[in-house]
């Protein structure tokens, strides 16, 4: 039997050019994998970076400074969300800065609280924070103990400081523009004339004219807390010092503002294309406005005039200068009207204008009642005690170091942050 021989292969030999060829392009195809490699890695990192740079760096930047205690933007949109919770997703930009200033005031409360003999325990807390199904974070403890705090001040610092009972009047009034016109109306108000209708129909001070002149009852010693529109006019001082039944005289009072004020005009030039070149100096009433034309006509500087007297804030700062009437800037046609009569040089009568805002008038009042020990009013009361508290955090902020570096932008980003966490 023949045996069968075993086929040998050959194994494959390179040459050394072959070799060096092969090993080349290993090289190379090592340095491809590598670079591709390092180029993904360096694609993940950037996208990584970027995502860190635009959503998760801005949560940890100070937003809010209160003295020494700093709160970033993640505080910030928790607090934005705990307060505008059941709101419509565009109310919440609107609360934008409420949630700014409730982190500040919250700041100050539990700082200051302790200083008026107020505090809370832990168990408070989370009994609070319990009963309101509010997570245990630091963010919505600061809440609660802020909250907390507040009720307790509110109980037994600042209700104790408010009487449940005191004198008080019951109080019509109306603010007039002029003594004449203050004079004319007392007249008819004592020939029986209705205060009220008078009062909406001649009043020029808002909230008279809204209530109609009834401002029901005033407690002695707490009218401006009550009323702070007139928190600091003479209202109370004329009110208490009235016989029952009797109306006040005219009585000038240079605190409250009235819809309405009187111009003294001058025309410096005339254009064809531009119109009349307008300055003027609005005063608070008749009585003034003519005493002004008086000073003008014997000599005395307009722009001087301006600096002292004009209550119109944005022609004071450049003496008085309105404009040209055929400009963009000029709006007021009452005024244009006005001055189309004058020539260069003149000054013009007292013009009525009931588009702006001064001060100065003068008070009619009638006491209708009076009690020396009247009981207030639950609303009232609560009103009262509340105004207490609210002066006793704005003066903490005038007297504290508070910073809101939020920008516009940062806001919108917020809130959109605040809705997409909704799912908005």
């Known amino acids: 039997m023949v045996k ?90 609107f609360m934008a800065n409420t949630a700014a200033g409730f982190i500040a005031q919250g700041e100050l409360i539990r700082q200051r609280a302790a200083d008026l003999g107020a505090s809370v325990s832990t168990d408070e807390i989370n009994n609070q924070l319990a009963g309101l199904g509010i997570p245990d974070a630091k963010v919505y403890r600061d809440v609660v103990t802020a909250r907390l705090l507040a009720a307790k001040l509110l109980r037994d610092y600042f209700d104790p400081k408010v009487p449940t009972a005191c004198e008080q009047a019951k109080v019509q009034a109306m603010f007039l523009e002029s003594k004449e016109i203050a004079e004319e109306a007392r007249v008819r108000l004592a020939m029986s004339d209705n205060f009220t209708s008078l009062a909406e129909r001649a009043s020029r001070e808002a909230l008279t004219k809204e209530k109609k002149g009834d401002l029901g009852w005033l407690p002695k010693g707490f009218t401006g807390d009550l009323l702070e529109e007139l928190g600091s006019s003479k209202l109370e001082e004329i009110a208490f010092s009235l016989e029952l039944g009797m109306i ?25 294309a531009k119109g009349l070149h307008v300055w003027g100096i609005l005063l608070g009433t008749w009585d003034e406005a003519a005493e002004i034309k008086a000073k003008l006509e014997s000599g005395e500087d307009f722009s001087t005039l301006v600096s002292q007297y004009s209550q119109h804030l944005v ?110």
Do not use: C
């Open 315 to 424: 022609s004071k700062e450049q003496g008085g200068d309105l404009g040209w009437t055929r400009g963009g800037e000029f709006r007021n046609r009452i005024l244009a009207g006005f001055a189309e009569q004058l020539e260069p040089g003149a000054i013009s009568k007292p013009v009525t204008d009931e588009s702006v805002q001064t001060k100065g008038g003068y008070w009619l009042i009638k006491v209708e009642e009076r009690d020396t020990d009247r009981q207030l009013e639950d609303e009232v009361r609560q009103t009262l005690v509340f105004k207490l508290f609210q002066d006793w955090v704005n003066e903490l902020e005038k007297n504290s170091l508070m910073e809101n570096y939020l920008t516009e932008e940062e806001k919108a980003w917020a809130v959109a942050r605040v809705l997409k966490n909704r799912g908005q």
């Open 4 to 93: 069968k021989q075993k086929k040998t292969e050959l194994k494959r030999t390179f040459t050394k050019r072959q070799m060096s060829k092969w090993q080349r392009q290993q090289r190379i195809q090592h340095i491809i994998i590598g670079i591709g490699a390092f180029f993904f890695a360096f694609i993940i990192g950037w996208i990584g970076y970027g995502y860190y740079n635009e959503q998760v760096k801005p949560l940890h930047q100070t937003v809010i400074r209160v003295n020494d205690t700093v709160f970033d933007m993640d505080y910030y949109i928790k607090v934005l969300d705990l307060i505008s919770q059941g709101q419509e997703s565009t109310a919440v930009s």
């Open 248 to 272: 006040s005289e005219p009585t000038y009072d240079d605190s409250v503002d009235k819809g309405m004020g009187y111009w003294i005009l001058k025309v410096t030039e005339k254009d064809e």
